[in-house]
């Protein structure tokens, strides 16, 4: 069983910016795809960004493209989401997934690709 624990979320003005991250506490983050998704009030959980196991590859959401940006560092078993012009469509649950890859680079963006998710952490957007 893979751990995945998310912080940095809270709250912002529209227009700002937060970075939230993802820490594999056990290690071995490099095994894995990883990704972000989103929860907001009401609404189905999707996709955010992606990134593929050694950060060579990333891909996003229309709807934050530009504006988000999806990282890693496997030295540390970390993946990070720096949130720029933050919009209050961006408010809800931000969680942290991961899967395996089997050595292939590439992302996932779909929610049945990943085996493990973090708790997800808060982010709320206020005009």
């Known amino acids: 069983q893979v751990q995945l624990v998310e912080s940095g979320g809270g709250l912002v003005n529209t227009g700002g910016s937060l970075r939230v991250s993802c820490e594999v506490p056990g290690g071995g983050a490099s095994a894995y795809g990883m990704g972000w998704f989103r929860q907001g009030p009401g609404k189905e959980r999707e996709f955010v960004a992606a990134?593929?196991?050694?950060?060579?590859?990333?891909y996003y959401a229309n709807s934050v493209k530009g504006r988000f940006t999806i990282s890693r560092d496997n030295a540390k078993s970390a993946m990070y989401l720096q949130m720029n012009n933050l919009q209050s469509e961006d408010t809800g649950v931000y969680y942290c997934?991961?899967?395996?890859?089997?050595?292939?680079?590439?992302?996932?963006?779909?929610?049945?690709?990943?085996?493990?998710w973090g708790l997800g952490t808060q982010v709320t957007v206020s005009s």
């Open positions: 997934a991961a899967g395996p890859t089997g050595g292939v680079e590439g992302v996932m963006t779909e929610v049945y690709e990943y085996n493990y």
């Open positions: 990134i593929s196991w050694s950060g060579q590859y990333t």
